[in-house]
């Protein structure tokens, strides 16, 4: 059974920093695209990076491109988001996700198979 379990949201004041994981249970990251979306109040789901299999390949939406970085460790089968420079605009709840198809690479769309349960994250003014 795939299952996804987020952790490390929070409340952080503005450009603070925040380090979210994504522990994935069932998948090799090094087989399967995995992505980080977010949904703020009143908003759609929002993709905000990702990471390919393989070598890795990475894409961020433009809002967050120098301030958040993804990576993974595939041994621990941990994805993170390094959240930097936070902005009351990130406040949103953060869900992590995986594609069951292997080798397809990653886009930002929500075309995700197993995602996890989100985990609020919160920038103060």
């Known amino acids: 059974q795939v299952q996804l379990v987020e952790s490390g949201g929070d409340l952080v004041h503005t450009g603070g920093s925040l380090r979210l994981s994504c522990a994935v249970y069932g998948l090799s990251l090094y087989y399967y695209a995995v992505g980080w979306f977010r949904e703020a109040p009143g908003k759609g789901r929002e993709g905000v990076s990702c990471?390919?299999?393989?070598?890795?390949?990475?894409l961020y939406t433009d809002s967050v491109k120098g301030r958040f970085t993804i990576s993974r460790d595939i041994a621990q089968s941990i994805v993170y988001l390094q959240m930097n420079s936070t902005k009351p605009e990130d406040t949103a709840v953060y869900y992590c996700?995986?594609?069951?198809?292997?080798?397809?690479?990653?886009?930002?769309?929500?075309?995700?198979?197993?995602w996890g349960q989100g985990i609020q994250v919160t920038v103060s003014s």
């Open positions: 996700a995986i594609r069951r198809e292997p080798w397809r690479q990653c886009d930002l769309r929500n075309e995700y198979d197993v």
């Open positions: 990471i390919s299999p393989g070598h890795g390949g990475i």
